[in-house]
C-alpha cells in the first residue's frame, strides 16, 4: 500500500494516451514523449441505462488529427494515470468538434458518447423454439451488437418458457431477458454488464483511505429512486484511479465513515499539465438480499 508521500510523488507524474480514428483505420496517438499535447478532459459516467459522455480539450493538434476527427463515427480512447500505469478513462465515438484560437494555440474541444454506434444503430433477430435461459438471450443479443458481455459474480438467469421472437433494437431485447431474471445491463467502455440493481459487479474490494488517495472528508448522501424509495451513501474526491470502476466493490475508510459500498457513480477530471487530477465518485450502499 502506498504513503502518502508516494501519492503525492506520483500525483507530479501524469501521464495520458489518446488514440483517434474510425474502427479498423490506422488513425493517431498521443501523449507520449518528453513533451506530450496538452490535454484536459471531464467524464461523466453512472449506474444506468443512459450513455456516459466525455469532453476533451487538446491543444495544438495537427491538421492531419483535425481532419482524423472529422471523420463520421471517429472513435476516441483514452487512458490516464500515473508513469507507467495508465487505466482506461473512456472509450466513445465523437459527436461533436470545435477548433478555436487560444491566444497563440488553437484548442480543440471533442464531444463524446460512449457507444453510440452500437446502442444507436444495432437492431437484432433473435429466434428459439421451447425454452430459452436469459443468459442465452443475452449472450446472444450482445453477440449481434459486437460487444463483448459480462456478467456480475452472482447474477441468476430464468427461462423464457414458451418460445421468444423478436427483430429490432437490441435493448429491447436486454430489458425483456434482464427484467424477467430480476437483472440490470448497462454498457461502460464498450462492455455490456449484466447484474442485479443495486450490487455490485464482482467481489473484489478496493480500499480507499488517505494512505491509497482520498482526498478530504467523505459528504453523507440520500437519493430519491423513483419506485425504490431512498438509497444511502457518500461523495467522495480521490486522486485520479480509473481502476475504480461503475458497480465496483469500495471498502470506504475514513475519520467519518468505514464501511463497504458500490461505486453508483463516478466524474473523472484530468489535465496533464495543470489542475485536476481526480476522480469524484458517489458511494451507496450495497443491497441486501
Same mark, same amino acid.
Given at each position: 500500500?502506498?504513503?502518502?508521500?508516494e &501519492?503525492?510523488?506520483?500525483?507530479?507524474?501524469?501521464?495520458?494516451?489518446?488514440?483517434?480514428?474510425?474502427?479498423?483505420?490506422?488513425?493517431?496517438?498521443?501523449?507520449?514523449?518528453?513533451?506530450?499535447?496538452?490535454?484536459?478532459?471531464?467524464? #461523466?459516467?453512472?449506474?444506468?441505462?443512459?450513455?456516459?459522455t466525455?469532453?476533451?480539450?487538446?491543444?495544438?493538434?495537427? !491538421? #492531419?488529427?483535425?481532419a482524423e476527427?472529422s471523420?463520421?463515427?471517429?472513435?476516441?480512447?483514452?487512458h490516464?494515470?500515473? *508513469?507507467?500505469t495508465?487505466?482506461l478513462?473512456?472509450?466513445?465515438?465523437?459527436?461533436?468538434?470545435?477548433?478555436?484560437? +487560444?491566444?497563440?494555440d488553437? @484548442?480543440?474541444?471533442? $464531444?463524446?458518447?460512449? &457507444?453510440?454506434?452500437?446502442?444507436?444503430?444495432?437492431?437484432?433477430? /433473435?429466434?428459439?423454439s *421451447? %425454452?430459452? &435461459?436469459?443468459?442465452?438471450?443475452?449472450?446472444?443479443? %450482445? !453477440?449481434q451488437m *459486437?460487444?463483448?458481455?459480462?456478467?456480475?459474480?452472482n447474477? $441468476?438467469?430464468? +427461462?423464457i418458457?414458451?418460445?421468444?421472437?423478436?427483430?429490432?433494437? %437490441?435493448?429491447?431485447?436486454?430489458?425483456?431477458?434482464? $427484467?424477467?431474471?430480476?437483472?440490470?445491463?448497462?454498457?461502460?467502455?464498450g462492455?455490456?454488464q449484466?447484474?442485479?440493481?443495486? +450490487?455490485?459487479?464482482s467481489?473484489?474490494?478496493?480500499?480507499l483511505s488517505?494512505?491509497t488517495?482520498?482526498?478530504?472528508?467523505?459528504?453523507?448522501?440520500?437519493?430519491?429512486? #423513483?419506485?425504490?424509495?431512498?438509497?444511502?451513501?457518500? +461523495?467522495?474526491?480521490?486522486?485520479?484511479?480509473?481502476?475504480?470502476?461503475l458497480? !465496483?466493490?469500495?471498502y470506504?475508510?475514513?475519520? /467519518? /465513515?468505514?464501511g463497504?459500498?458500490?461505486?453508483? @457513480?463516478?466524474?473523472?477530471?484530468? !489535465? &496533464?499539465? #495543470?489542475?485536476s487530477?481526480?476522480?469524484?465518485?458517489?458511494?451507496?450502499?450495497?443491497?441486501? $438480499?
Open positions: 500500500m502506498p504513503s502518502k508521500g &501519492n503525492a510523488v506520483k500525483n507530479f507524474d501524469r501521464q495520458y494516451r489518446l488514440a483517434a480514428g474510425k474502427a479498423g483505420s490506422t488513425g493517431f496517438e498521443i501523449g507520449s514523449g518528453k513533451r506530450p499535447l496538452h490535454v484536459s478532459f471531464s467524464v #461523466e459516467k453512472a449506474d444506468t441505462n443512459s450513455q456516459n466525455a469532453k476533451v480539450t487538446i491543444w495544438n493538434l495537427s !491538421d #492531419e488529427h483535425l476527427l471523420k463520421n463515427d471517429c472513435v476516441v480512447v483514452l490516464a494515470g500515473y *508513469g507507467d495508465r487505466p478513462i473512456f472509450t466513445g465515438v465523437v459527436t461533436f468538434a470545435t477548433t478555436k484560437a +487560444d491566444g497563440a488553437r @484548442s480543440t474541444e471533442i $464531444e463524446l458518447v460512449d &457507444n453510440r454506434i452500437e446502442v444507436r444503430d444495432t437492431y437484432v433477430s /433473435v429466434s428459439y *421451447g %425454452a430459452v &435461459n436469459c443468459k442465452t438471450l443475452i449472450q446472444d443479443t %450482445a !453477440d *459486437g460487444v463483448t458481455v459480462s456478467f456480475s459474480y447474477a $441468476e438467469f430464468k +427461462d418458457p414458451n418460445g421468444y421472437s423478436y427483430v429490432g433494437p %437490441a435493448r429491447n431485447v436486454l430489458t425483456k431477458a434482464c $427484467e424477467t431474471s430480476g437483472l440490470v445491463w448497462s454498457i461502460n467502455n462492455v455490456l449484466v447484474k442485479k440493481s443495486g +450490487d455490485t459487479m467481489r473484489e474490494v478496493y480500499e488517505a494512505e488517495g482520498l482526498l478530504g472528508l467523505p459528504e453523507r448522501v440520500q437519493i430519491s429512486n #423513483e419506485d425504490k424509495g431512498y438509497s444511502y451513501g457518500w +461523495d467522495v474526491e480521490y486522486l485520479m484511479n480509473a481502476a475504480i470502476g458497480d !465496483d466493490y469500495v470506504l475508510n475514513s475519520k /467519518v /465513515v468505514k463497504y459500498f458500490r461505486v453508483y @457513480s463516478v466524474r473523472i477530471e484530468g !489535465d &496533464n499539465t #495543470e489542475g487530477w481526480s476522480c469524484t465518485a458517489r458511494l451507496l450502499e450495497v443491497k441486501q $438480499e
